[in-house]
């Protein structure tokens, strides 16, 4: 066949242990036997990060700064032990921390469905997108334990030094808790427009939620500016696109995510994503199968994995021994990305391409062939062989090649 042609470079991200190893299959397997890749490749490997100092972090995010899509592999994220295990000289940032800073973007997890894994709610047949707003609140908080009585105020001095505010927030008559969270409008203005951009260019309705009949000014900060920006500037093109904006209180939202058929992304405050998208994932079957995609309030795309390098699989490999680590995630951060930027180029055949990759991902999972961590997860009944990471997408390329 011919290979499909590429226009703008795919920003590469590669990454570390059991994920690299599986990245270079996936390349080798499923892309450049049928597409023309064209990248700028970043390795963000340990080691790499570690001769570079970080800097090859910071590159790749401004490389998709300027490019608008990206392609990443989960990445080791270094604490006490990785330094001694890589002998590092310094304990680098988290790299997704780094990346979402500078993109100011914010993350969308949504997983993927096949017919043999049911999720844990009935009348879930769509999948439930989470957007997390991560930055601020009780992530950022002052904390203070208050060990004996006494009083507790909350106080703003403007920047000319002058008191502006100035309330008690408790008069402790005993030992207790204090904590003083915030929250920028900045922040949220940016959190709301990749919502926004999401929704739209995912052609899902968008639901928010919030407590603010109880936060009269924090969380109602929230809502009102989600307000603001969708009437001023997305209204228009939600109607156009048939799609919703739909603001209720987080309580509610909970009801109605668990009693709907799925399909929406829901917007969360950095406590309520965190909390909620492990239950949702978790609800829809297996973190192997959760997508993640970095959304910027300006409309650059950062597709991945929402696992991580599968560290104990990985030792194993090196061991000589055989690993069946689910690819899926993997491959859908790749087909997300070539379909973006397909779209974005206007080339047909490369959005197609991306549409088949994941049919023949689908259809091979339909077959009954899949990674060991799947086989417990299918509904009882259903006939499957479980084969290594290799195998797999060895099954995928079958599949993928009936179509070319
Ligand atoms: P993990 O890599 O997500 O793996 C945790 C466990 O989940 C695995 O041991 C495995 O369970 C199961 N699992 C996850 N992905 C799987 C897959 N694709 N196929 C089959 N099973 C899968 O999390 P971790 O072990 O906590 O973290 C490992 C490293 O990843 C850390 O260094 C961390 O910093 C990094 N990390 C990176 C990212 C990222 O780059 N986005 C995200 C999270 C963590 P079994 O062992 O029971 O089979
Ligand atoms: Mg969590």
Not at 51 to 60: A, E, G, L, R
Not at 184 to 192: L, N, P, Q, V, Y
Not at 240 to 260: M, N, P, Q
Not at 392 to 399: H, L, P, Q, V
Request: charged share 30%; glycine share 6%; proline share 3%.
């Amino acid at each position: 066949m011919n290979k499909i042609m590429m226009k703008t470079p795919l920003v590469e991200m590669d990454g570390d242990e059991m994920t690299r190893i599986l990245w270079q299959m996936i390349k080798d397997e499923l892309l450049l036997p049928f597409v023309d890749l064209k990248t700028e490749y970043y390795d963000l490997g340990l080691p790499e990060r570690e001769k570079t100092k970080d800097k090859v972090t910071f590159d790749s995010a401004y490389a998709t700064q300027k490019y608008g899509v990206a392609v990443k592999c989960a990445t080791i994220t270094p604490n006490k032990q990785r330094v001694e295990e890589y002998n590092l000289t310094e304990m680098w940032k988290s790299p997704n921390g780094t990346i979402r800073a500078i993109l100011d973007g914010t993350v969308f997890r949504a997983p993927i469905l096949i017919d043999s894994i049911r999720p844990a709610v009935r009348n879930w047949q769509k999948p439930i997108t989470i957007a997390r707003h991560a930055y601020g609140d009780i992530y950022k908080a002052t904390e203070y334990r208050v060990p004996t009585e006494g009083k507790a105020e909350l106080v703003f001095t403007d920047k000319d030094g002058k008191e502006t505010f100035r309330e008690t927030v408790y008069d402790f008559e005993c030992a207790g808790v204090l904590q003083g969270s915030y929250n920028k409008d900045s922040s949220i203005r940016s959190f709301a427009h990749s919502c926004f951009q999401y929704a739209l260019n995912t052609k899902q309705d968008l639901w928010f939620s919030t407590k603010d009949t109880i936060s009269k000014q924090y969380d109602q900060t929230f809502k009102l500016i989600f307000q603001e920006i969708y009437d001023n500037e997305y209204k228009d093109a939600f109607e156009k696109a048939g799609i919703e904006y739909f603001y209720t209180l987080i309580d509610d939202a909970v009801a109605r995510v668990i009693r709907s058929e799925g399909g929406f992304i829901w917007a969360c405050k950095n406590y309520d994503g965190d909390v909620m998208s492990d239950m949702v994932s978790t609800a829809f079957g297996s973190l192997a199968m959760m997508t993640s995609v970095l959304v910027s309030p300006d409309g650059k795309f950062e597709y991945e994995a929402a696992h991580g390098t599968v560290t104990r699989h990985y030792y194993r490999y090196l061991k000589g021994e055989e690993t069946s680590t689910n690819p899926m995630a993997t491959i859908y951060a790749w087909s997300g990305a070539l379909r973006k930027r397909g779209e974005l180029d206007g080339l047909e055949d490369l959005v197609k391409f991306a549409d088949n990759l994941e049919d023949a991902c689908i259809e091979t999972l339909n077959q009954g062939i899949m990674t060991k961590d799947l086989v417990g997860l299918v509904v009882a009944g259903t006939k499957t062989t479980s084969v290594n990471s290799r195998d797999f997408i060895i099954a995928i390329r079958k599949n993928l090649e009936k179509k070319y």
